[in-house]
């Protein structure tokens, strides 16, 4: 697909991969939630008649209930799953991690919950390639599976394994949460995408 031949509109903009797919469709109209919110219906109609986009990239916390509507409303869409995000613009893990490491002589950090830490930028730099393909569900993350104690001492050399029972929180974390990509090409793998990332947050 050639970025910029298709009127495009993102919505949740400002969030942090919003803000890398800013980057990669740069001609997009795109809207914060300050600007759309993408529950008040009657706005989200009104915007989509007067700009008539080709293209809408929805960034909000929809979820399963948004995939099934979607998938139930139309033909002709693409819904992308993903985990365990990390980018420069957001609060994300590889940030947490950077100040408790600093801050503290160790962090404990859960060994038993698996996934695939995944780069915003690579992620919204790949929503080109799949618009070239079948409509449809992707899951489109970095390569690597590790687990969150795996992905902290990437970062930080004091990170010491604990178990979820030893660190409870208040929302329930999958164990594995690991999407396979059948659809796309892979995408590079997670360390090599944060080598990246660490040297880029320098500057
Ligand atoms: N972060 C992860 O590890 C992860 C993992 C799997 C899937 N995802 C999904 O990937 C997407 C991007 O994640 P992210 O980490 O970049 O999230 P994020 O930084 O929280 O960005 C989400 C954006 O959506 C906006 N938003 C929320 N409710 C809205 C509404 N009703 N109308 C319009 N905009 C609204 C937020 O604005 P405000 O901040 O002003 O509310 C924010 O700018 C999300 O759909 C998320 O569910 C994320």
Redesign the pocket.
């Known amino acids: 697909m050639v970025v910029g031949k298709i009127k495009t509109l993102i919505?949740?903009?400002?969030?942090?991969?919003?803000m890398d797919l800013q980057a990669v469709f740069p001609e997009a109209i795109s809207?914060?939630?300050?600007e759309?919110?993408?529950?008040d219906k009657n706005a989200v109609f009104s915007i989509i008649d007067r700009l008539r986009p080709e293209l809408v990239i929805n960034?909000?916390?929809?979820?399963l209930e948004g995939e099934r509507a979607i998938v139930n409303a139309m033909n002709r869409y693409y819904i992308v799953?993903?985990?365990?995000?990390?980018?420069l613009?957001?609060?994300?893990l590889v940030n947490t991690m950077l100040k408790l490491g600093t801050a503290n002589h160790v962090v404990r950090v859960v060994n038993d919950q698996f996934g695939k830490p995944?780069y915003?930028k690579d992620l919204a730099q790949k929503i080109p390639e799949i618009l070239d393909c079948d409509y449809g569900i992707y899951h489109i993350t970095n390569e690597g599976v590790c687990s969150w104690y795996e992905f902290a001492s990437a970062i930080i050399p004091n990170a010491v394994p604990c178990t979820s029972k030893e660190y409870i929180r208040r929302a329930k974390r999958p164990e594995y949460s690991v999407l396979v990509n059948t659809k796309t090409r892979p995408m590079r793998h997670w360390k090599d995408a944060l080598v990246e990332y660490m040297e880029v947050r320098k500057t």
Request: avoid cysteine; charged fraction near 10%.
């Open positions: 919505l949740g903009a400002g969030g942090m991969l919003g809207l914060t939630h300050a759309l919110d993408i529950t960034d909000g916390a929809s979820k799953r993903t985990s365990w995000l990390f980018g613009h957001g609060a994300n995944t915003t």
